[in-house]
């Protein structure tokens, strides 16, 4: 049985909404209120047993043609022998427009490009929704969103049930029984237990997860094919649950990826394994719900549905309906546009500066997109590096570290920016808002009352810098370092960013807004492998960043919240050779973070939450710029599509559950492949 979570919901009902009483510093504020947003969509809630259950039916269907090519000519099993013993049933009750019809093409664009179907090394699929088509994970968040905040609960998925064992050090899954790979091979914990003992926990392997991501100092037991045991070192490790969600935890397909590594095959490598499975061999053995099974490169990525996809509806219809499924290989400006003229069907849309004239092309009742706008959920923000050595190769770098570390100088920061020009600057209208850091505005822990801001107010931006003893001693227009620090250099910051359009928005705002104070501020734009090369290795001054749902949901990012690891957060990184100096406040952030994730009283955890996010904007941790919403872009003829922000506890992909989509038999378009399934050598 699964374990209930009542968070917020529940904290709202049982009285808890009252402020965390705290005087404010000198210079800061409560947070303003925002504007409302237009075309902003209303979420109808459900409860778990209403999205999905697992359900035995007296009747499966399938495709006719399907049927008539596969089945009867002995190609295939009967669909009933392909399901699952029990199957995951979707419900009628929170579909928009219910049970539907079979056949037709889902189209994306992206602009990423698969680097192989190996994810169990961390290989991308190239992200825009492919990844999550792939890669299918013990757990499931995404559709939470649509959860009743009484009832927020982690959704089963590839793990049917589990169950805390009474002094809460032991979690026992149950798997799914029956559940075969789309090449008719069974899912079992061998899957997992490769997946966990042969890749994640094999540091010649790179991974999108670790040991300690499921909780401190997880272990695995099988019990039998289709259970499994973890144990921990603390009891109530309650964010391993979701942590085992898309994409830390989906198992790769053992018999598939088992020859190929070192460990079962003395002719392999772990660079062979590593880089196994390129992205033009297909079809790809998958638990989703549509296969790889023709791929050119940069032109197209062609999935068919998955004939042993484990998933019905409540009539015994196999999922999913859409017959085929299409990844364009563009860019991800080119996927807005596309969709906004009708050539693709399904985009995310998050550059602001475009936000009015989507709108007025949306308007037109010709238009065959629609727009729903979420809450404000993205946010960007300066992050500092707090770190006093890694990557530190001069005096200038060391003396803007100790400055980062300095809450006087982050104060000076916070109020040299102008964030309604800022905001205006990235769209007009009333769509961003000012953002102090911290968690993210109208997301469903956050309450504006524990936010301390530190607004607008050069006057007293330029009384701490003189405080600090950075003066213009030169009469360049600049300040200076004291003269025995870095030689009185000019004070000189270098600003990691992108190459983005919003990202040269913020560019020429913060150089301006930082030179009324007396700082250079140099962009370095970088692309988004260089950025995340240099984020990783700590080599920056400051970076600019967009943050989605590390900021969204404590317990499944803590790691970006608090130091709890070395590896994060990204703007206080640590090596053996150069660790963290974790300052006071970073202290009881740890301590506090500790608290969230063991936790299981939600009304004791919503305030832990409360009580992080004062104490990460009291400390500015990360200098809060503006945060917006985004814009989920669906094209008219799919249905089953229902309101959903573009990000929440995961992207919208996996929140609108794709697999239940389905597209009138009038509005279909033609496939690529018409009547073809995954042909396996």
């Known amino acids: 049985m699964r374990i209930q979570r009542h968070l917020l919901g529940l904290a709202i009902a049982l009285g808890c909404s009252s402020a965390i009483a705290q005087a404010l510093p000198e210079g800061a504020t409560t947070i303003p209120d925002a504007a409302k947003i237009p075309n902003r969509l209303a979420i109808k809630y459900f409860s778990p047993e209403q999205i999905e259950e697992f359900k035995q039916l007296d009747h499966y269907s399938e495709p006719d043609w399907v049927t008539e090519n596969y089945v009867k000519t002995g190609k295939l099993p009967p669909v009933e022998q392909r399901l699952p013993e029990v199957p995951m049933v979707l419900k009628t009750a929170s579909m928009p427009d219910g049970v539907g019809v079979y056949g037709g093409v889902f189209r994306h ?12 090394a961390a290989q991308s699929q190239g992200y825009g929704g492919i990844n999550y088509t792939m890669q299918q994970c013990l757990t499931r968040t995404g559709p939470m969103y649509q959860l009743n905040p009484n009832e927020l609960e982690v959704l089963p998925n590839l793990a049917q049930s589990w169950q805390w064992s009474e002094d809460g050090m032991s979690l026992t899954m149950k798997l799914i029984k029956g559940a075969k790979w789309s090449d008719g091979s069974p899912f079992t914990s061998e899957d997992v237990r490769f997946y966990w003992e042969d890749t994640v926990l094999e540091p010649r392997i790179p991974s999108f997860s670790s040991q300690n991501a499921l909780g401190e100092g997880a272990k695995l037991e ?44 003395d002719q392999a490598t772990f660079e062979s394994f590593n880089n196994a499975l390129p992205a033009n061999q297909v079809p790809v053995v998958t638990m989703g719900p549509w296969v790889p099974v023709d791929y050119k490169d940069d032109q197209i990525v062609v999935l068919r549905r998955n004939p042993y996809y484990w998933k019905v509806d409540e009539a015994g219809n196999q999922l999913p309906y859409i017959d085929e499924m299409h990844f364009k290989l563009a860019t991800w400006e080119s996927r807005t546009l596309e969709t906004m003229s009708g050539q693709a069907d399904f985009s995310n849309m998050e550059n602001p500066p475009i936000y009015i004239e989507t709108l007025r092309k949306l308007a037109n009742p010709d238009s065959p997109t629609k727009a729903m706008f979420g809450p404000r959920n993205l946010a960007f923000q300066i992050q500092m590096n707090f770190n006093p050595t890694l990557s530190v190769t001069d005096e200038r770098e060391a003396a803007i570290r100790q400055l980062n570390r300095d809450l006087k100088f982050r104060k000076a920061i916070s109020h040299s920016v102008d964030r309604k020009s800022l905001g205006q600057a990235l769209v007009k209208g009333p769509f961003a808002a000012e953002y102090a850091g911290g968690l993210h505005p109208e997301t469903t822990f956050y309450n504006k009352d524990d936010v301390v801001y530190f607004p607008y107010n050069p006057q007293l931006a330029n009384q701490y810098l003189d405080d600090l003893g950075l003066k213009d001693t030169d009469g360049n227009g600049i300040r200076n370092f004291p003269a025995d620090t870095a030689e009185g250099a000019d004070v000189e910051i270098v600003l990691n960013t992108g190459n983005g359009t919003s990202d040269t928005v913020f560019n020429e705002n913060l150089v301006s807004m930082m030179a009324d104070v007396g700082i250079k501020l140099i962009p370095r734009i970088l692309d988004g492998i260089q950025g995340d090369s240099a984020r990783d290795s700590a080599d920056f001054d400051w970076r600019l960043n967009r943050s989605d749902k590390e900021l969204i949901v404590p317990m499944q990012r803590i790691s970006l919240l608090a130091p709890v690891s070395k590896s994060g957060p990204y703007w206080h990184r640590g090596t053996e050779n150069n660790p963290q100096v974790l300052l006071p406040f970073e202290e009881q952030l740890v301590e506090i973070a500790h608290k969230i994730v063991l936790e299981n009283d939600p009304v004791k955890q919503n305030q832990l939450v409360r009580e992080l996010n004062r104490i990460t904007t009291e400390n500015i941790y990360h200098v809060g710029l503006v945060a917006y919403p985004g814009a989920l872009l669906v094209n008219k003829r799919i249905k089953n599509v229902p309101n959903a922000p573009i990000i929440a506890y995961q992207w919208a992909e996996d929140a609108v559950m794709r697999e239940r989509f389905w597209v009138p038999k009038d509005k279909q378009i033609s496939e690529l492949k018409p009547n073809q399934l995954p042909e396996y050598k």
């Not at 289709?226 to 969600?245: D, G, K």
Request: proline share 11%; hydrophobic share 35%.
């Open 109 to 120: 664009v992206i602009g990423g490009r698969p680097q192989g179907w190996n994810w169990s």
């Open 222 to 265: 099988v019990v039998d094919d289709y259970t499994i045991r973890w144990h921990f070192a603390s009891p109530n490790q309650n964010q391993a649950l979701y942590n085992m969600s898309f994409m830390t935890f989906c198992p790769g397909p053992a018999h598939i990826l088992k020859p190929l590594h070192p460990k079962y095959n």
